[in-house]
């Protein structure tokens, strides 16, 4: 104990000393500082702390599960306009689905009706190019029969049925291919008819009448060469006593004439009188040549028969170019110029008729259309 006083005897001393009063203790009990007190203090402080965290861990839970019950909350509003919307959209998109259905059999049909008439419009239009070339193809072959009619000229006549034909080529159906069969049987007849040499005709009947110039009389051309002469030389005046005695001989022979009784006779032919005869041969020649071009079968005969007789009448039938002439006319005359008419009556009806078809179809189809579209 007297160690223990002593540090407090110190400080009292130094507080002395110092001037200063020393400070009175209350006057309290010791604390005791044993294991068990400290144990409890130990125990109560970690209860505390115990208690606190669990009052924490409280509010935190419940701020927790309000937190959540919230986000629950609006998660499930969320959903509930997310599901409305859903709703809303799938509504929007069957009434869009039903729209675009109708819509899209709208647009199917309109595009039936766009390609039915584009069909109807091109098979018009194929009618129409049909018609004209059907009807182009008739013009051909009503000419091919006019001039087998009215003319001989068979080459003209198979031109214009092979022209009709080719127009036809561009129309593959069976109809139109019988018509190109009647067609090609008339071409066939035109073609085995016996064909008359015109142009050779006309060379021989030319050349006939250059021959006429040349043919002789039947009385000698020489007397009547000679008398002309001894007229053109009487007009002449005689130079020499030779010259007057052949002219008084000449006078003599005109004084005395000699006539034979055993034949007919014949009175000299003047010059012009033998062109007007040649002449008139000529143009017994020329009307042949017109019944040639015109196929005239009988001016033809009576034309030629006129100019051999005329030919026999007045020339030498024993000279070699008389004769030779008027066999060449006997020859001509066995040309028969009337020949078999080949009618073209067969491909023309058939043409018309098919016409008549396709129009009573073309109406038809226009009307079923019209019914169609009505509906």
Same mark, same amino acid.
């Given at each position: ?14 507080? &002395? ?13 010791? %604390? ?10 130990? *125990? ?8 606190? $965290? @669990? ?23 969320? +959903? ?9 959209i ?10 675009l ?7 199917k ?7 039915? =008439? ?8 194929l #009618? !129409? ?5 059907? +009807?182009?193809?008739? #013009?051909?072959? /009503? ?15 198979? @031109? ?20 190109? =069969?009647?067609?090609?049987? !008339? ?5 085995s ?9 006309? *060379?021989?009947?030319d050349?006939?009448?250059? $021959?006429?110039?040349k ?11 000679e008398? $002309? ?17 052949q ?6 022979e ?6 034979? &009784?055993? !034949?007919?006779?014949k009175?000299?032919?003047?010059? +012009? #009188?033998?062109?007007?005869?040649? /002449? ?6 020329q ?9 005239? &079968?009988?001016? #033809?005969? %009576?034309?030629?028969?006129q100019?051999? !007789? ?11 170019? $008389?004769? &030779?002439l ?14 078999k ?20 179809t073309?109406?038809? *189809? ?5 019914? /169609? *579209?009505? =509906?």
């Open positions: 104990m007297a160690n223990s006083n002593e540090p407090q005897q110190k400080k009292n001393e130094t507080d &002395h000393q110092s001037g200063k009063k020393p400070k009175q203790k209350a006057s309290a009990s010791p %604390i005791r500082k044993d294991p068990i007190h400290l144990l409890s203090l130990l *125990s109560l402080l970690i209860a505390i702390i115990a208690i606190a $965290t @669990a009052i924490y861990v409280l509010q935190v839970n419940k701020q927790l599960h309000q937190d959540f019950d919230q986000q629950k909350n609006t998660m499930d509003t969320r +959903l509930s306009k997310l599901r409305t919307q859903q709703s809303s799938q509504d929007h998109l069957k009434a869009t689905g039903k729209s259905k109708q819509a899209k059999e709208e647009i049909e309109r595009m039936d009706n766009v390609n039915q =008439q584009f069909k109807l419009t091109m098979e018009q239009q #009618y !129409e190019n049909q018609d004209w070339m059907l +009807l182009k193809a008739r #013009y051909y072959i /009503e000419l091919a029969q006019i001039n087998a009619h009215w003319s001989d000229n068979v080459s003209t006549t198979v @031109a214009l049925l092979k022209q009709a034909d080719m127009i036809l080529s561009h129309i593959n159906t069976s109809e139109v291919f019988n018509i190109r =069969q009647a067609i090609a049987r !008339e071409i066939a007849q035109l073609k008819k016996p064909k008359i040499d015109v142009a050779g005709l006309l *060379s021989q009947l050349a006939a009448q250059q $021959t006429v110039r043919l002789p009389l039947a009385l000698t051309e020489k007397k009547l060469t008398a $002309t002469n001894h007229q053109n030389a009487s007009n002449e005046t005689p130079r020499t006593w030779r010259k007057r005695l002219d008084s001989v000449s006078l003599l005109k004084l005395v004439v000699i006539r034979r &009784h055993d !034949e007919d006779i009175p000299l032919l003047s010059p +012009l #009188y033998v062109a007007v005869i040649k /002449e008139t041969i000529r143009l017994n020649l009307e042949v040549q017109w019944a040639v071009l015109n196929n005239n &079968h009988q001016v #033809y005969q %009576i034309a030629l028969n100019a051999i !007789e005329n030919i026999k009448r007045h020339f030498d039938t024993s000279a070699t170019i $008389t004769s &030779h008027i066999q060449q006319l006997n020859q001509l005359k066995n040309i028969n110029l009337n020949q008419t080949i009618n073209i009556n067969e491909s023309l009806p058939l043409l018309n008729n098919f016409i008549a078809h396709k129009k009573d073309k109406v038809n *189809s226009q009307t079923d259309s019209r019914g /169609e *579209s009505s =509906q």
